[in-house]
Structure formats: C-alpha cells, structure tokens
C-alpha cells in the first residue's frame, strides 16, 4: 500500500479579534483597532513564518492543510478622509512560502481558499484530489465555526457525510473547534490521533504567544481518515525548542499535528 504523510497547522491569524465582538461604539473600535495592531506587530509573523518552515521542513509532510493564513492590509486616509489603495503589512502565505523554499522544502499552494474579511465569525473550506503513487486520495482542510456549536457540529457532519460515497481514501484536516467527544468521530472514519496513540495538547497559547510555559489545554485541531491505515500521529510546535528566535514566542497559539498513513489502493 503506498503511504502518505499529512499534517494540519492553524498558524494563528497574529492577534486576538474576539474583542472586537462586543465593540459598542466608533471610539471604542478606534481603541480596540490599537490594541489589535499592537498584536500584530508583537507576534512577528515572519519570524513564527520561518519557525513554523523549520518545522514543517523536519517533518515533510506530503500534504499540508493551513488555516488562518491571514492577510493584513491597511488603507490610509488622505485629508479628505478617502480611503487610499489597500497597502499590505502581512502576508503569511508569501512569508511561509518563501521560508520554506529557504529551508529546502518548497511546497506549492494547491488550493487556497480566501473567505475572510472583516471580524465576523467564519468556516472555511477546501477540497481537492490528488495521487500518491498511482492512488486517487481525496485530501480536505476545513476551519470550522468557532463561536456557535449547531453551525459547527452541521459543518463538520456535513463535511464527512459528503464523502461517504467516494470511492478513493479520504483525509480530513483542519482545526474543528470542538474536543473529540464533542466532534465525534465514528465508523467508517477514523481520529488519527486515537488511532496513531498520540498524546498532547494542540490549542491554548495566549494571544501574545510570549507565555513562559505552554498553555496548551485543549485538542481541536484533527487528522480524519477513511480508506486508510493510522501509522503514525504527533504534534508539532508545542516544545520550547519549537520558539521563534530571537522574540522566543510560539510559532501560533496552536500547536500542528502530522500522521503517517498506509492508503487502502480503490483502483
């Protein structure tokens, strides 16, 4: 059987917007807009671009799925109070890309979904096939609701009934916002991490990712397979040794999973 490796990696979109949630008026949003760019420049996303690079490039997973890989622009105010043409300060898909190409392990982005603006609460979602070694494999990275349990468990149910009838083996990776006994994994799929006898931590760190010691305190972010043989399952980024340099913050406020797969051959 031909053999895969996969890993999912919420790299943190650099600052906390859950404040902007109870924002009642225009001064208050004018101070939180603050305190949000104070974020973004204090967890340096090239810096944790290249920490994350590093390591994804020990682990070398075949495919990659990534959730918020956030784009940050501003637009400027003439003296008029028009806003001027979109101005972008953080780009990490451009920084991740060239830091890995840097470290030796290019990867190409071969679906990238941009389905964000603004501060509401959102799910993404990508599909596409692929071949290892001659096998179809159908290979799917989600980002589910995070603030209202119905829209995210309908997600997440609809993401795995949608491909009971594929005749090809199927992997699920993705941050589902949600522990295991509420995700609820079951026949004919399959929690690497339980399969693969991982152990750890994959959400937590705080808002700054300058906390001394891991806050990692939950699992939300999930390898699913059907079709496929669990060999291997592990977190990546959540050791001391996996800080940025020279800010020393974690490379997100999430840790990364990767899991070694035997694929069943459909052909």
């Known amino acids: 059987m031909p053999s895969v490796r996969v890993a999912t990696y919420n790299v943190y979109l650099g600052a906390d917007l859950s404040a902007l949630f109870a924002v009642t008026g225009p001064d208050e949003l004018a101070d939180q807009v603050k305190v949000i760019r104070s974020q973004l420049d204090a967890t340096h996303a090239g810096e944790r671009a290249r920490a994350i690079a590093g390591l994804l490039a020990r682990e070398r997973p075949h495919l990659v799925g990534l959730q918020e890989v956030a784009r940050w622009t501003v637009a400027p105010l003439d003296e008029d109070g028009v806003a001027g043409p979109e101005q972008t300060f953080v780009d990490f898909r451009h920084e991740l890309l060239g830091a890995l190409a840097a470290a030796g ?13 603004g501060a509401l609460p959102v799910s993404e979602r990508e599909l596409f096939g692929v071949r290892v070694d001659g096998v179809p494999v159908r290979f799917l990275n989600t980002h589910t609701e995070a603030y209202d349990p119905a829209v995210r468990d309908a997600q997440c149910k609809e993401l795995l009934d949608l491909q009971c009838e594929v005749d090809a083996p199927v992997i699920l990776v ?15 799929w399959a929690d690497a991490w339980t399969e693969g006898r991982g152990t750890g931590f994959t959400c937590g760190q705080s808002a700054d990712l300058a906390n001394l010691h891991s806050a990692l305190a939950e699992r939300i972010d999930y390898v699913c397979v059907r079709g496929a043989r669990v060999l291997r399952c592990a977190v990546m980024g959540d050791r001391p040794a996996d800080r940025t340099d020279p800010h020393r913050l974690w490379p997100s406020d999430h840790a990364g999973v990767v899991a070694d797969l035997h694929l069943a051959d459909s052909r």
């Open 105 to 117: 392990c290019a990867y190409d982005a071969c679906a990238v979904n941009e389905n964000f603006a």
């Open 174 to 188: 993705g941050d589902l916002n949600a522990r295991p006994e509420a995700v609820g994994v079951s026949d004919p």
